[in-house]
């Protein structure tokens, strides 16, 4: 089964990444418009230089005495120069040039208007009758490391922003989900048998309907199951009366009918009163086991409860029961005495069903209180383990029985808050059965 993911996670997660992609797009769009606003003002930028250097160069051409000697400007100081510039005459003729120029970058025959190359932009423009021709370029290296800077300032933000929109989602996205967890943390805590009304606070407004049902949805169920408890226990109730005193009128008729056919119908008519008094019996348990109010207020040694119900069944039973406690004083459990009465008379009881003859029975109580009943027998099909807890099951034997024993010892169980684990063959051997049984501490 696949686990299903935090509603926080998929909220700090999704709202991060969402954060994240606008201001990513956000960026981009801001890198393209920057670009256009950059390239704009530089391209009006090389045609006000150009615009203004020819007009100087006009005049420093005409005060010279030599008109067509080429002429390199001296730098005032050593720079990095982004902008360089050719001056030519009408016959092409270089007449002043920048300090820090490359002529294999301008055409051999000045062009006018704004071009790119493959690595220049260049503006050109004319003068005097198209006699003099001034050509501006600025590398397109600059331009680019201008925008990549730009754009590098645009993205460092997210260093700091992603872990912060990630911290301050999640911590908003938690508040805000408060009532939420905390109503998830009280199920989580509840019992199996605790069918009380959950009392959720400051839940949302779209989750305040899925309380409202979940609280009528367990009214109604602990309803139903009182209901059915209360019709258990009450008709094995009254049914014990009737039975016990047509038992002892079935009795009274064996002693006084002579041998025959009357006194075989009257002794199969007791065994089966017999047998409904038992399943009178086990039905009365089962209600107190699915009753809830299986554990004590204060825990309490176990081992004096468990010696006696054993010593009972010794006294009683023809197969022999071995009883090993732990070397330890006590051992201390929270589960109440009857339950765990009831619990203890039901393992022992089908293992003396359905267990191999002349073979014991083996009660084991360990120092951490995990309680053991095993006995030999036929291996129990791995397919049919899992149902034996089930209500009127039976596992492939002639032995007679309910059916509710280890039905009885589960609901136990569970009420306490622990286990029942089944195993066949019992750990260890290569047949048998055990059940085994934490108890609650």
Known sequence: MRRATSLQRRLGFGLTLGVTLLWLLATAVTALVVEHTLNKTLDSVLEETAQRLLSLAVVEIFNREDTDLLQQVAA?????????????????????VSHDIDLSVFPETPQMGLRSTATHRIYGISAV????????????????????????????????????SLIGIWWFVRHS??????????????GAGDLSQVRGKNLPAEIVPIGDAVNQLLERLRRTLEAERSFTANSAHELRTPLAATLAQVQRLRREVPDGPVQDRAARIEVS????????????????????????????????????????????????L???????????????????????????????????????????????GMLRVINAGVVVPREALHRLTDRFQRGKSRAGGSGLGLAIAQAIAVGAGATLTLASPAPGRIDGFEASFLLAH
């Open 322 to 368: 071995v009883l090993t406690l732990p070397n330890e004083a006590r051992v201390m459990s929270s589960i109440d005495p009857d339950a765990l009465a009831i619990l203890l008379r039901n393992l022992i009881e089908n293992a003396l069903k359905h267990g191999q003859e002349n073979q014991p029975v083996e009660i084991i109580v360990s120092g951490d």
């Open 76 to 96: 005032l100081h050593p720079h990095e120069e982004y902008i360089t510039y050719l001056v030519r005459g009408k016959d092409d003729v270089p007449l002043l």
């Open 177 to 190: 989900l408060r009532g939420v967890l905390e109503y998830r943390n009280m199920l989580e805590a509840r």
């Open 273 to 320: 009163l017999r047998e409904l008094s038992r399943l009178s019996e086990k039905l009365m348990q089962l209600a107190k086991a699915e009753s809830g109010g299986l554990l004590a207020e204060t825990p309490q040694d176990i081992l004096p409860i468990i010696s006696h119900i054993v010593d009972d069944f010794q006294r009683a039973a023809e197969t022999p």
């Open 129 to 164: 009758s198209n006699t003099f021709f001034i050509e501006v370029a600025e590398p397109l290296a600059s331009r680019r490391q201008a925008k990549w800077q730009t754009l590098g300032m645009l993205l460092l933000p997210l260093v700091v922003l992603i872990p912060l």
